[in-house]
């Protein structure tokens, strides 16, 4: 399966992912491998150029992070509330590496053969791991 199939249009999950307290995607229904792959490529932005965008391919909604005093500050595109949440940018590899590692690790028990398929190592390699 190429890895553009593979991350647009398969294995949609519920998902949930929270750092420092700050739920994101909670109860989302997404295509489980873009959305690794989309948090991995943050990561990778974060630490590269100190801005980073989270979108989603079944919409326009995009989540905007910025780099500022070593915290990760997040802007939807729906509009925030009075300030926008933050947390450490630590905390935010932390939560990502742990998300990928656990998804990979879902989706690796349920198909197996899809531990050899290249997006898997390219979101290991973005994530920093």
Known sequence: MSATNLRYGYLIYSVDLEVDGQKFLTASRLPLVDIMYTLSL???DLSSDGA???DFTENSYMI???LQEG???FTPSLGAGPE???C???NYVAAVQEFVTSGISHLVGKY???ANNQVMSE???LAGM
């Open 64 to 66: 905007r992070l910025r």
């Open 112 to 114: 197996p053969d899809i």
């Open 123 to 125: 979101m290991r390699g």
């Open 71 to 73: 915290k990760v500050k």
């Open 52 to 54: 980073a965008e989270i």
């Open 84 to 86: 926008a949440p933050e």
């Open 88 to 90: 450490a940018l630590a």
């Open 42 to 44: 943050s990561v990778h």
